[in-house]
């Protein structure tokens, strides 16, 4: 786990992008989206590459998670909001952003479906991962197994609470949804785990430098080989050892990259 600490929201979304493009140029690949606010600043950068000759034409993508109940169509489906901040601003094929489908009749036939689709395409190549205020990746809540597989899910209250700026009210934010697992996430070959801010601080800090446990759903990713979290400075206000990253970030071989 390589843990960079950086000064602001964009130098994080900036670092974020590089791994990604690098990736992205490399030939054929298959991306993991994650939603929310974090990731924006990142979508906008690869947006704007882009437009500077960035083609995601030979890549797929795989969204983390849906919620339960809402058409495809409403505008705070997943599937709405990545159409809407990334995958419509760039030249993914039409049928290369894949996500869950929230109104299936039988949801858990709808996670085997995921889970095969995401087997077929090779595997996600690199994971973009958001962190909740409870520690929570993709809506892996708190206690959820550490070898969990995409799954349906009961939304915690913080969590609703944390969402509901994206709805009319909290009483329109959904109570499930339909989520990868931990044991899925920790598949792919370069997970990518962003945080921003000082309400993501204690999170931050428990999901990489406290045990690995189900109540901080987050520090599973402790477990996998080829990690990178990037934060800004108010997002890493409670780590202990900022100074040791900082240090070995300064002092990262050229050749090693990300």
């Known amino acids: 786990m ?101 109104e299936a009749a039988d949801p858990a036939a709808e996670a085997r479906r995921y889970e095969a689709s995401i087997a077929a395409a090779g595997g996600v190549d690199v994971q973009l991962l958001g962190i909740g205020t409870d520690g929570h990746v993709g809506f892996n809540e708190p206690m959820s197994s550490l070898a969990s597989r995409t799954r349906i899910k009961t939304l915690t209250e913080q969590t609703r609470r944390d969402n509901a700026r994206f709805f009319a009210s909290p009483d329109e934010v959904p109570e499930h949804v339909l989520t990868q697992g931990l044991g899925t996430i920790l598949e792919a070959r370069h997970l990518l785990l962003l945080g921003l801010g000082e309400a993501k601080a204690e999170a931050v800090a428990a999901a990489v430098e406290g045990p690995v446990a189900a109540l901080c759903p987050a520090s599973a990713l402790q477990l996998h080989p080829h990690v990178t979290v990037l934060v800004d400075a108010a997002a890493a206000s409670r780590l202990a050892h900022t100074e040791y990253y900082q240090y070995t970030f300064g002092r990262k071989p050229a050749w090693q990259g990300f």
């Not at 083609?55 to 489906?77: C, I, K, N, R, T």
């Open 2 to 102: 390589e843990i960079i600490v950086l000064p602001d929201p964009d130098a994080v979304a900036r670092t974020a992008a590089d791994i990604i493009e690098e990736r992205v140029r490399r030939g054929p690949s298959v991306l993991g989206l994650a939603t929310g606010s974090t990731p924006l600043g990142t979508y906008r950068e690869l947006i704007e590459r882009h437009r500077h000759g960035l083609s995601f034409a030979d890549a797929q993508a795989f969204l983390l998670d849906e919620y339960v109940g809402l058409p495809a169509e409403h505008p705070e489906s997943y599937r709405s909001v990545i159409r809407r901040e990334f995958a419509g601003h760039v030249d993914f094929a039409a049928d290369a952003v894949h996500g869950l489908d929230g």
